[in-house]
C-alpha cells in the first residue's frame, strides 16, 4: 500500500494493489452548511478486474439500522451513500454474515440488512472505473449524500485558494515546501476550533498566521483571545497583539485592543515576565494612548529579546532598525531559487528572489513601504556581509555566501 497527501494534507489518498492495477481511497473533510463537519470516503476500482469493496461501522454496545440511504447508530443518522450496498448485515457477526452471502445479489436490493447490535458492514460491487463514496458526520446531525457535498478535487480547489491569501513562500526543497503547507492548512483549521485552546495556544496562533501573511484569520483569533478577559499568559497575549499592529499598521484594530493590552501589561508586571517593551509602546502610541504609552516606560517591564523562530526567521529578520532578507540562508539552498512575495513585516510587505549567476547570488527585492515611512536600509549579511541599500526595491548581484 502507498500513501499519499495532496493540497497540503486536504485529502489523503492510499492505494493498495489489486490484479491488474490498484484499488484507490481517498478521503477528505468539508463543511455541511449548517449541518455537522462531514468526512468523505471514497473507493475506487483503478484496475482491469473487479473487485467487492465493504465499509464497516464499528459501534460496540449501540443499536445500528441500515436502510437504503445510509446508517443509523442510536437513531442517529451517521453515514450516507448514494448508491445502496448490494448485501448488508449488522450485528456481533455481520462480516461472517456478507462472507458467506450470495455476491450474486442485485444491487440496490441488500440481501442482508435490518437492525442489530455493534456493527454494521455493507458490501459493493465496483467493475472496472466505479466509486462508492460515504459520507459520515464528524458531528451531531445529519450527514448529507456524497453527491450533495464537494468531491476530493473541488477541496483541493478550495483549499489551494484559501493558502494563497498568505504570503507566498517558494524555497529550493520540495519536502519543506509541503510541511509549510501543510502546517499552514493546520493553522488555518484551528480557527474553527478554538475553544479547546488556551489563551497561550490561541496567541501562538495568532502570531503564525500574521507572520504567514493571514491578517483576517489572525484577528478573529485575536478576537477570542480579547473576549476571555483573563490574567494567564501576558507576555504571549502582548507578543501576539503586538506583532498584528506591527505587520498589519491598522491603527482601528490597535486601539480596539487597547484594554486588554493594558490589563495584560498590569498582569505582567505583577508576574515579572519579559514582555516586547517598544512594540507594544508604538501600539499604544498608534492607538492613541500616549499617556499609557510612557506609563508602560515607567513600568521598567523586562524587555523580551526578537523571539524570531520558525522558518519565518529563515526568511526575514524585521526586529531592528533594518530589514534583513534571506538571514537563515541554508547552505543546502544554494544553486536553488528562492523566492518570498508579500511577507509580512513591520516596514511593510516584502517580496525578494535569489537567484544564481555561477557562483554569485543576484538579490531582487521590493518593499512596499507603508505611507509616511522614511527609507529602509535593506541587508542580507547571510548571502552578502558588505552589501546594502536604502532603496525600496532593486536588484544587486552580490559576492557570495558569508
Known sequence: MRQSDAGA????????????????????????????????VEVGNEAATAFA????????????SVGPTGVDVGGQPMLAWDRPPAIAAVGPDAAKAVLSADVGVEAGS??????????????????????????????????PPPSDLPDANAVLRGWQTHLDRGA????????????????RRRWLGRTGRMETADVAELS??????????YHDDAEIVLDEVAARWTTDA?????????????????????????????????????????????????????????RAARDLRRLDLRPAESSAEGLRAELVADHGDHLVVAPGFRP?????????????????????AVRWHGARPALLWEL?????????????????????SDQASGEALLDGLS
Do not use: C
Not at 469493496?53 to 445500528?64: E, W, Y
Not at 501562538?204 to 501573511?213: C, E, K, S, T, V
Open 332 to 352: 543546502a539552498w544554494r544553486g536553488g531559487p528562492l523566492a518570498v512575495y508579500g511577507l509580512p513585516t513591520r516596514f511593510g510587505p516584502v517580496s525578494y
Open 168 to 183: 507566498r513562500i517558494e524555497v529550493p526543497d520540495e519536502g519543506l515546501t509541503r510541511r509549510i503547507e501543510r502546517n
Open 9 to 40: 494534507g486536504a485529502v489523503v489518498e492510499t492505494r493498495m494493489k489489486v490484479p491488474d492495477g490498484d484499488a484507490v481511497q481517498r478521503v477528505w473533510a468539508v463543511a455541511a452548511g449548517g449541518g455537522p463537519a462531514v468526512a468523505v
Open 234 to 290: 501576558p507576555a504571549e497575549r502582548l507578543t501576539a497583539f503586538a506583532a498584528h499592529h506591527e505587520l498589519t499598521g491598522d491603527h482601528q484594530a490597535a486601539a480596539r485592543y487597547t484594554e486588554v493590552v493594558a490589563e495584560a501589561i498590569e498582569a505582567a508586571a505583577r508576574v515579572g515576565v519579559a514582555v516586547p517593551v517598544e512594540p507594544v509602546e508604538r501600539l499604544l502610541v498608534a492607538a492613541g494612548q500616549d
Open 53 to 64: 469493496a465493504a465499509l464497516v461501522l464499528d459501534a460496540p454496545g449501540a443499536t445500528l
Open 110 to 143: 441488500p440481501r442482508l440488512g435490518g437492525k442489530g447490535r455493534g456493527m454494521a458492514v455493507m458490501v459493493w460491487p465496483l467493475p472496472h472505473t466505479a466509486r462508492l463514496a460515504a459520507s459520515a458526520s464528524l458531528g451531531r446531525g445529519t450527514p
Open 368 to 388: 512596499d513601504s507603508r505611507p509616511g515611512q522614511g527609507p529602509v536600509s535593506v541587508k542580507a549579511p547571510a548571502l552578502d556581509k558588505s552589501w546594502w
Open 204 to 213: 501562538q496562533l495568532a502570531l503564525r498566521l500574521d507572520h504567514h501573511g
